[in-house]
C-alpha cells in the first residue's frame, strides 16, 4: 500500500472513531438526562481546558479541511504537487 493511501486511510479510520465516539457520547447522555448536551454546560465543564482543546479540535479541523482540498486538487488534470513532486511514468 501505498503511504498516501494507507495516511489516508488512517485519516478516515480516525474520523470514523471520533464520530461513533460522539454519537455514542451523546447518545448516553441524552438517556440519562433526556435533553442533548448544552454547550454552555460542556464548555462550563471543562473549565481551563477549554481554550487548548477548541484550539487542538480547530487544527485538527484545518487538518481535515487542508487533507479535502490536496485530495480534490489532485484529482484535477495537469496538477503538479508543490516542491516537484515524484514524476510517474503512465502506461
Same mark, same amino acid.
Given at each position: ?21 460522539? &454519537?455514542?457520547?451523546? =447518545? @448516553?447522555?441524552?438517556?440519562?438526562y433526556g435533553v442533548p448536551y448544552d454547550a454552555? +454546560?460542556?464548555? %462550563? ?8 482543546? &477548541?484550539?487542538?479540535? =480547530? @487544527? ?11 485530495? +480534490?486538487?489532485? %484529482? ?16
Amino acid at each position: 500500500m501505498e503511504k498516501g493511501a494507507e495516511r489516508a486511510t488512517l485519516l478516515w479510520y480516525g474520523l470514523l472513531v471520533w464520530f461513533a465516539a460522539n &454519537l455514542l457520547s451523546q =447518545s @448516553l447522555y441524552m438517556g440519562t438526562y433526556g435533553v442533548p448536551y448544552d454547550a454552555e +454546560t460542556v464548555i %462550563r465543564a471543562l473549565g481551563p481546558y477549554y481554550v487548548p482543546i &477548541l484550539f487542538l479540535e =480547530s @487544527l485538527a479541523w484545518i487538518g481535515v479541511g487542508g487533507w479535502l482540498l490536496r485530495s +480534490t486538487l489532485r %484529482r484535477r488534470p495537469g496538477f503538479e504537487p508543490a516542491g516537484g513532486g515524484v514524476a510517474h511514468a503512465v502506461d
